[in-house]
């Protein structure tokens, strides 16, 4: 499974996604209301654990994770 489908997969499985196949790339997790200051927290978790990446304070913004695309990205940079 690629990194972008284990993503894809935690949002939809932990979040409520109304309609998981119109989850795009690009959607915004804040925008759509997917994740809010909490569920950034339970994503870091996720990430850190799942994909052996240490994320300082200053990297979770939502530059890095508000989207699918940018946390490929960021999992990409650190990895």
């Not at 979040?15 to 759509?32: H, I, K, M, R, W």
């Not at 809010?36 to 890095?64: A, C, K, R």
């Amino acid at each position: 499974m690629s990194n972008r489908d284990q993503v894809r997969q935690f949002i939809t499985t932990n979040f409520y996604v109304p309609d998981p196949q119109a989850l795009g790339d690009e959607t915004s997790f804040l925008d759509t209301g997917i994740i809010d200051s909490t569920g950034v927290l339970e994503l870091v978790s996720f990430l850190q654990e799942q994909f052996s990446i240490v994320l300082e304070d200053g990297e979770i913004v939502p530059e890095n994770l508000d989207t699918v695309a940018n946390i490929v990205g960021l999992i990409q940079r650190k990895g």
